[in-house]
């Protein structure tokens, strides 16, 4: 589910965001501490963490952002 989400964002957004997934044991989760999945990190902030978010969830954390 957020892997869709991530590419309906992606076509929404287009060129104005990057997305990254990263899943199993990496060196991206060690970084930023995470220890529940799935995390969505924003600006090098983790803005969801530990559900899988909905579109407007997405949406309003990209907004918070300065998207």
């Known amino acids: 589910m957020v892997k869709k989400a991530m590419h309906e ?6 060129d104005r965001v990057e997305i990254k997934i990263y899943e ?3 060196e991206k989760v ?3 501490g995470i220890e529940t999945t799935p995390a969505i990190v924003i600006d090098r902030d983790i803005r969801i963490i530990g559900v899988a978010p909905s579109m407007e969830t997405l949406e ?3 907004k918070e952002a300065g998207l």
């Open 60 to 62: 309003n954390a990209l």
């Open 9 to 14: 964002i992606l076509e929404k957004y287009g």
């Open 30 to 32: 060690k970084e930023y």
């Open 24 to 26: 199993g044991v990496n």
